[in-house]
Nanobody, 117 residues
């Protein structure tokens, strides 16, 4: 059974930092591209950052220079370091795994990030 479990969310002031982690189990982690999405009520889910099986990385324009995605295949985990957080970054952040060949997706339950003074 595949499980993706996010952690690291919370309440932070504008300009602060958080580090999100996603622990994967039940899959061959090195065969999956990993991504972080975010969702707010009434809006579509938004791709924030993704990293392919060979380490190619892409970011949403509004987070470039502030967020960093990384993966640790030995620990079956992907992280998102978020610096200089802004109120508009407030959302539920979700982890997604996508098999490199057949495109099967798995999702975590999400972790809440709230940026507020």
């Amino acid at each position: 059974q595949v499980q993706l479990v996010e952690s690291g969310g919370g309440l932070v002031q504008p300009g602060g930092s958080l580090r999100l982690s996603c622990a994967a189990s039940g899959l061959s982690f090195n065969l999956y591209g990993m991504a972080w999405y975010r969702q707010t009520p009434g809006k579509e889910r938004e791709l924030v950052a993704d990293i392919t099986v060979i380490g190619i990385i892409d970011y949403l324009d509004s987070v470039k220079g502030r967020f960093t995605i990384s993966r640790d295949n030995a620990k079956n985990s992907v992280s998102l370091q978020m610096n200089n957080l802004k109120p508009e970054d407030t959302a539920v952040y979700l982890c997604r795994a996508t098999h490199w060949r057949d495109g099967v997706n798995y999702w975590g339950q999400g972790t809440q990030v709230t940026v507020s003074s």
